[in-house]
T-cell receptor, first 113, second 117 residues
Framework: AQTVTQSQPEMSVQEAETVTLSCTYDTSENNYYLFWYKQPPSRQMILVIRQEAYKQQNATENRFSVNFQKAAKSFSLKISDSQLGDTAMYFCALYEAGNMLTFGGGTRLMVKP | SAVISQKPSRDICQRGTSLTIQCQVDSQVTMMFWYRQQPGQSLTLIATANQGSEATYESGFVIDKFPISRPNLTFSTLTVSNMSPEDSSIYLC??????????????FGEGSWLTVV
């Protein structure tokens, strides 16, 4: 069975600084996808970034980038130039095609002015 | 990207009643899912909504309590039956979009925040 672990329940960062959120996972599949979602107080689940397991290149979306270490089954999210609007819960998730999306426990990120 | 509309966005329900949540996707998607998120917790999968057949439920969730329909590739409903205060949660619909060019991406609706009194 697939599992996703986020070892940091809460983190804080100063505005304009860089922060890295950790995620490890376990799966027996070779074809899967990894996602980071942001959930602000509005409760909307917003897709931040996705990574296909077969791609070695780390995904990047503007200020958000990942460090995907397939052998170590690690998928961390780096947020550069943190903004107050980045304050939210962040969930790491694993999807095996045709299966279900498995979530980590979440990391609450607070960006401080 | 797929856009998912979910309604109601919020409701206050009486104990013992049932409520149906609707989920509409603006494009055909391969898979649709229903999640529950209790206060302060992560998301838990209730079931996978299968088009034209019975939903596939996860451990701890049963059809009598959470009947699900998916009559076509873009629409699904989740009913929370005989509600109790323990059912107060956010219920989220999600859909898997599978594109030949970019593979799978999972999107979410805005969520339905139910409070049972």
């Amino acid at each position: 069975a697939q599992t996703v672990t986020q070892s940091q329940p809460e983190m804080s960062v100063q505005e304009a600084e860089t922060v890295t959120l950790s995620c490890t996972y376990d799966t027996s599949e070779n074809n899967y996808y990894l996602f980071w979602y942001k959930q602000p107080p509005s409760r909307q689940m917003i897709l931040v970034i996705r990574q296909e397991a077969y791609k070695q290149q780390n995904a990047t979306e503007n200020r958000f980038s990942v460090n995907f270490q397939k052998a170590a089954k690690s998928f961390s999210l780096k947020i550069s130039d943190s903004q107050l609007g980045d304050t939210a819960m962040y969930f790491c998730a694993l999807y095996e095609a045709g299966n279900m999306l498995t979530f980590g426990g979440g990391t609450r990120l607070m960006v401080k002015p | 990207s797929a856009v998912i509309s979910q309604k109601p966005s919020r409701d206050i329900c009486q104990r013992g009643t049932s409520l149906t949540i609707q989920c509409q996707v603006d494009s055909q998607v391969t898979m649709m899912f229903w999640y529950r998120q209790q206060p302060g917790q992560s998301l838990t999968l209730i079931a996978t909504a299968n088009q034209g057949s019975e939903a596939t439920y996860e451990s701890g969730f049963v059809i009598d309590k959470f009947p699900i329909s998916r009559p076509n590739l873009t629409f699904s409903t989740l009913t929370v039956s005989n509600m109790s205060p323990e059912d107060s949660s956010i219920y989220l619909c999600s859909a898997a979009e599978d594109r030949a060019s970019s593979g799978n991406t999972i999107y979410f609706g805005e969520g339905s925040w139910l409070t049972v009194v």
